[in-house]
């Protein structure tokens, strides 16, 4: 524990001094400690990634019938397979190679070189250099890569927002402190991944390496094992269903062959053949597009979903655990609320509110003054480039110049017309900064500070245009309007000016001064999230706030966002029993100065009460939780590489929103993916009802083997993926999330056995109707009512509850255009020389209408249980 001890004793328990390790020292101590570097978390290399998409249960049964299809000779039917499997496992590989490939070029470049004084020397070396004992030197804009004791200080602030989630700048100090110290109070420390927002500093290197805080989490990321999304899980149990169905279906083929005294060995060809054929061998390579369609549309809006299967497992999202700064906030400082002439005014956008009433700036003298007062004691620097207009500077500067800026200041003009003359900088000691400015002959002393030091430095208030005499009852009303305005978490500062005479000090400049007000500032909410977390709502999702921030700031933030519910703070949850525990994380909504443990504790404790849970993170802070969540989202912009590295998503423009509008495509895909499943499981239950009813019945085969190839070929893939770009359901955002324990069929059985049983009997009925007579031609009508029901079943599928006139008939051209493709090449199939292939004869245009209006009895019956509003 570093931050409890003095400098003296640190310098003394590294064995080192103020003047640095010697050279042969240091060399030796990067023998002892390693190298100042990160092991990689996860190591991926395209091999890895192309045989991760082969661990599917799905794919594992696949592999064998296409084995069992190439011994018994069925060698179209295991190319066909074999292709399936390859087509399924390239678009998996591609979507997450792509993945991979954008996260790299996202890395950020970690600073090269770091100064240390060594032999009493400032010299520059590679930050993987870097060893405990040696002294650094740092100053603002640089990023700290070891875990460092401060032993000099010079006005240092740092962000440590990736480590502790804090939203503001952490003012250091050199003072040792009390033992176990949060991380987020240890003012003597600096941590590797934080920046130096200003100020500059001597340091010594106490840990590097894993050894530092960001490495002993990222060590504790590799204890998580990587689990399968809830797909993977349910698609590896349906696939499991049908292979004992496929296994009870060949021998039942085998034993009623036997009893009938058929040959032994033909009827385990023939069981094997039948059971092959009932597998659906197309539905993993259409689950993959449709989650690859997904993907893409996802990425419009930002979100980059690195694997397959986490595309879907959004849509199941029960639980959101969001992080505040930056995802929901902008990670920018914002006036919100003013005080002068003894009127609170609210800022919204651009616009300036008292008693919620919009005012002119420019009409009210003393707000004028003090927004001028903040841009004329500011160092912040302002560019305007054509349109776009950018700060430069301390947050909490660039914030006073643009309130400034709503009310027609632009500092740069105003600097023109009052030069500055002198400063006095801001110090932890004085709280508080002056800049002396001269205009028309005048000089003018700004000063701004912490409220409590300058109120004490002012002797007057600008009051309504005039300045009266400030009284020690007047400034104690301040200080409680300050205390009201802190109560809010904002950061207030107070402001004053007066005029000084040419024969100045600091003294005359920053003594009885004109108060003129408070503004306070808040890193406020994106102007997004408020309608995202009642969208949220709607769709029965919760949303839980889970911040290194203070709690009266995460309350405030909660509160801007109507994001409803109890706070807790974390030191509370690390003193409470395990029962107690989990009863509060399933009641509170807002967690705030939460530890990396403490939120993979919180992360756990949902995962055990059935919720799929989704956590977003940008830091070192996050990352257990990131990889221990169902679904992981790790922010684009502002997120640190060992964060990006076990999401399962990342938010390319860390925005809230984009979470919704992703859990929206999830849902999409989700419902979108069942109605394929509705297609090709009833389509794959017409078929094995009739082979098997004509094997049991002692009637040749109503399908030849490379028939029912083919009409898979047809129906199973343009219409499966026609139903995958199906515009979403009305009520899409307003239901409860699907419950995870559910099978993958549940509440489309009851469709599939109907659809299965109706397409049957329409093609079993027209075969024994021909085959006395012709068998070719029973066949032919066997197979085009069997295509045509699939054709017709697959334009019921598009919506379980509309019918295909409210639905709109041109509403999805894709599956239009789907089944006349398909119907074309069926009428090919007949009256072409491809007959011949498939035991197929031409058949009348009567005969093909028949064939046709049989098939549509299914589509009617559907369409008719839609409008009475009939569940099947």
Not at 341 to 365: Q, V
Not at 565 to 583: A, C, N, P, Q, V
Request: a positive charge.
């Amino acid at each position: 524990m570093w931050y409890a001890l003095d400098k003296k004793e640190v310098l003394e328990k590294l064995k080192t001094s103020e003047e640095g390790l010697s050279e042969k020292e240091a060399s030796a101590r990067l023998l002892q400690y390693g190298k100042n570097e990160l092991k990689q978390i996860h190591k991926t290399n395209p091999l890895m990634i192309f045989f991760q998409q082969f661990k599917s249960v799905f794919i594992i049964i696949l592999f064998a019938a296409a084995i069992f299809s190439f011994f018994i000779k069925h060698y179209v039917d295991f190319g066909v397979i074999m292709a399936i499997i390859l087509l399924n496992s390239a678009i998996g590989f591609f979507q997450q190679y792509k993945a991979e490939k954008i996260i790299s070029k996202m890395k950020e470049l970690l600073v090269p070189k770091v100064k240390v004084i060594r032999e009493g020397k400032v010299s520059e070396i590679l930050s993987s250099e870097i060893v405990p004992g040696d002294i650094m030197v740092i100053s603002e804009g640089d990023k700290i890569t070891a875990d460092c004791r401060l032993l000099h200080v010079n006005e240092l602030q740092v962000n440590e927002a990736v480590l502790t989630g804090e939203s503001f700048p952490q003012n250091k100090s050199t003072e040792k402190i009390s033992i176990n110290a949060l991380i987020a109070d240890r003012k003597n420390m600096i941590y590797a991944g934080t920046t130096i927002v200003s100020g500059n500093a001597k340091a010594i290197v106490v840990s590097t390496g894993m050894k530092t805080e960001f490495g002993e989490i990222a060590e504790k990321v590799q204890e998580i094992k990587q689990e399968k999304t809830p797909l993977e899980k349910k698609l590896d149990i349906f696939s499991k269903k049908i292979a004992v169905v496929v296994l009870i279906l060949a021998f039942l083929i085998v034993i009623a062959g036997i009893y009938k005294g058929e040959e032994i060995f033909q009827m385990i060809l023939a069981g094997i053949a039948l059971a092959v054929s009932v597998i659906p061998e197309g539905l993993p390579a259409v689950i993959s597009i449709t989650l690859a369609f997904a993907i893409k549309r996802m990425e419009k809006y930002h979100a980059l979903v690195r694997k397959l299967p986490a595309g879907e497992t959004l849509g199941r999202v029960t639980v959101i655990c969001t992080d505040k700064t930056g995802t929901l906030t902008e990670e920018e400082m914002s006036v919100t609320e003013v005080y002068c002439n003894d009127d609170f005014l609210k800022i919204e956008e651009h616009s300036f509110y008292l008693d919620k009433k919009k005012i002119s700036p420019e009409k009210n003298f003393d707000l004028m003054q003090l927004l001028k007062t903040g841009i004329m004691c500011n160092n912040a620097r302002m560019e305007i480039k054509g349109k776009k207009l950018e700060v430069f500077g301390d947050p909490t500067e660039k914030a006073l110049v643009l309130s400034a800026y709503k009310s027609g200041f632009v500092k740069k003009i105003e600097l023109e017309r009052e030069m500055r003359v002198k400063e006095y900088p801001f110090s932890s000691g004085r709280k508080m900064m002056s800049i002396i400015r001269k205009k028309d002959g005048k000089l003018i002393s700004y000063s701004k500070g912490a409220p409590d030091v300058l109120i004490k430095r002012c002797s007057k208030e600008l009051i309504g245009g005039s300045v009266r005499n400030l009284t020690e009852k007047r400034k104690t009303e301040l200080l409680e309007n300050y205390e009201k305005m802190a109560s809010n978490a904002l950061r207030v500062l107070g402001f004053a000016y007066k005029d000084i005479s040419t024969n100045f000090n600091q003294e005359d400049a920053e003594e009885d001064l004109i108060f003129v007000g408070f503004q306070g500032m808040l890193d406020i909410p994106r102007r997004e999230v408020k309608g995202a977390i009642m969208e949220c709502k709607n769709a029965g999702i919760i949303v839980k706030m889970i911040t290194g921030d203070s709690e009266i700031t995460a309350k405030a933030i909660a509160k801007m966002i109507n994001l409803d519910g109890e706070s807790i703070d974390g030191s509370e949850l690390e003193k409470i029993s395990e029962e107690e525990f989990r009863k509060i994380v399933n009641q509170k909504t807002i967690f705030a100065r939460i530890n990396p443990d403490i939120k993979l504790r919180i992360i756990r404790v949902l995962k055990e009460e059935g919720e799929i849970v989704a956590v977003t993170g940008d830091g070192v802070n996050d990352i257990l939780a990131l990889k221990e969540a169902h679904i992981g989202i790790a922010m684009g912009i502002r997120g640190t590489d060992v964060a990006r590295d076990v999401s399962d998503i990342i938010l390319l423009d860390d925005n809230f929103n984009t979470i919704v509008h992703a859990i929206r495509e999830g849902r999409k895909v989700y419902d979108n993916m069942r109605k394929s499943i509705k297609l090709h499981i009833s389509a794959n239950i017409d078929e094995l009802l009739v082979v098997m009813t004509a094997i049991l019945l002692s009637l040749p085969l109503p399908f030849l083997p490379l028939a029912i190839l083919w009409m898979n070929l047809i129906t199973d893939s343009l219409p499966s993926l026609a139903l995958s770009v199906e515009k979403e359901e009305d009520n899409l955002m307003k239901r409860k999330p699907l419950n995870h324990n559910n099978n993958i069929l549940k509440g489309i059985s009851r469709f599939i056995i109907v659809a299965g049983c109706i397409s049957f009997i329409a093609t079993i009925s027209l075969f024994l109707l021909f085959y006395q007579k012709d068998l070719e031609k029973a066949r032919t009508m066997a197979l085009t009512a069997s295509v045509f029901c699939e054709l017709f079943i697959a334009l019921s599928c598009r919506s379980e509850d509309k019918n295909i006139w409210k639905l709109g008939l041109f509403s999805n051209k894709f599956m239009l255009f789907s089944i006349l493709i398909a119907g074309v090449l069926q009428v090919i199939a007949i009256y072409t020389p491809l007959s011949t292939v498939f035991g197929l004869k031409a058949i009348s245009i009567w005969e093909l209408l028949l064939a046709i209006g049989v098939s549509s009895l299914g589509f009617i019956f559907f369409e008719i249980t839609k409008f009475f509003k009939i569940k099947v």
